[in-house]
């Protein structure tokens, strides 16, 4: 089957032909029905994350079981899933609670999830260790919901903690506008009646903010100048909630200077920025948080939201052929909402 595969730093992606896997005992083989292309991979591809290649890429999937190893009860072939992405031990208090994107063994393990250190799923077929790492997709359709293991889940983890100061007299600033935080202004939506502001450095985002409800737009590229229309919007109480979907200093910069006191700066982007403290700076009673991915329980909780018909993934399909095409498009910032191969 053909796989598109990381091989080291600093080199693309490469599409090759790789056996088809076997499942062996406990685990599961899923015939993949989509793989999101998320902006990690060019982190993965362009830093040392500490990742080692070859292995195929694909951290965002669903599909349908297409065999189960010795012992794997409780399933069928053909069954729909969304594959849980963070792989931790199973077995530690955090795991148990199904928060594996918190395991307290993540430094001894040998892998991050699948597409992560482990064969991903941009491929025809992906090996999961473990039936524990499925959840049932129920009537969706594997190819749309594949983002809402990552580009959803991660959101809803974010603001799911922040729920309590999300009251409907505040604002939440929203910074990247691409596939998490196409999905976060839906969840905020969906979630609380906090007023939305949409950041991005790209019209074409923005107007895509507009298309999903989004009230009040700002543009980026000058920090100075969002930071005041951010200001205007929110009057002396700033933004309760800024969550960063870039994480590079220009946005973190812009996070520090729209909240106001008692609030929260949530950093999801993996840009490369650094936020730095002085007194009242982020202003005092502000929690700063860097979360990742999301529980497993949370995952269910998204598949929910989005089998009602209240979050919708923004999806372009591609075939696994186009994989190389698709992460230049990505890179220059020309996807609306998510891309997903689909083998
Ligand atoms: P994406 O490429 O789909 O979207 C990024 C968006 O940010 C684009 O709309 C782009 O125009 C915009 N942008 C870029 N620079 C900007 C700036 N200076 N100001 C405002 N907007 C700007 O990326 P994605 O797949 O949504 O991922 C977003 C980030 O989140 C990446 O860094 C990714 O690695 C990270 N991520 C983190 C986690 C986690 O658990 N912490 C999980 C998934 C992804
Ligand atoms: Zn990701
Ligand atoms: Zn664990």
Redesign the pocket.
């Known amino acids: 089957m053909k796989a598109v595969r990381f091989v080291e730093v600093g080199k693309p992606a490469e599409i090759v032909d790789v056996p088809q896997p076997t499942p062996g005992p406990g685990q599961v083989l899923v015939k993949i029905g989509g793989a999101?292309?998320?902006?990690?991979?060019?982190?993965i591809m362009d830093e040392d994350l500490g990742l080692k290649g070859p292995f195929t890429l694909g951290h965002e999937n669903a599909g349908w079981i297409a065999g189960l190893g010795q012992g794997v009860e409780g399933w069928k072939e053909g069954d729909p899933v969304a594959v849980y992405g963070?792989w931790g031990c199973g077995r530690c208090h955090t795991c148990q609670t199904s928060a594996e994107?918190y395991c307290e063994n993540h430094a001894s393990l040998t892998t991050m999830g699948g597409g992560l250190g482990s064969d991903g799923g941009m491929a025809d077929y992906m090996l999961v260790p473990s039936p524990r790492l499925l959840v049932p997709l129920g009537k969706l359709d594997p190819a749309l919901a594949a983002p809402l293991s990552?580009?959803a889940l991660?959101p809803y983890?974010?603001i799911k903690a922040a729920l309590p100061i999300l009251t409907p007299d505040t604002h939440v600033l929203v910074?990247?506008?691409?596939?998490?935080?196409?999905?976060a202004v839906q969840l905020l939506q969906a979630l609380c009646a906090a007023t939305v502001i949409a950041?991005?450095?790209?019209e074409?985002?923005l107007a895509?903010a507009k298309e999903l409800g989004v009230r009040h737009t700002v543009d980026?590229?000058n920090v100075d100048a969002?930071a005041e229309a951010v200001a205007k919007l929110t009057g002396p109480r700033g933004a309760v909630l800024a969550l960063d979907?870039?994480?590079?200093q220009?946005?973190i910069d812009?996070c520090v200077r729209v909240v106001g006191r008692n609030s929260r700066i949530t950093?999801?982007?993996?840009?490369g920025g650094t936020l730095h403290y002085r007194a009242n700076q982020p202003p005092y009673g502000c929690q700063v948080t860097?979360?990742?991915?999301?529980s497993r329980t949370e995952l269910m909780e998204v598949i929910a939201l989005a089998g009602d018909g209240r979050i919708h993934p923004q999806v372009e399909k591609f075939p696994l052929e186009k994989a190389l095409d698709v992460y230049s498009t990505?890179?220059q910032?020309g996807?609306k909402?998510?891309a997903v191969l689909v083998p």
Do not use: Q
């Not at 979907?245 to 590079?248: K, S």
């Open positions: 999101g292309v998320c902006h990690s991979d060019l982190h963070p994107n990552d580009a991660t983890h974010a910074i990247g506008i691409g596939g998490l935080g196409h999905m950041g991005d450095i790209d074409h985002k895509h980026t590229r969002a979907f870039v994480g590079a220009p946005t812009l950093v999801v982007g993996l840009g860097v979360p990742y991915w999301g990505l890179r910032g996807i909402g998510r």
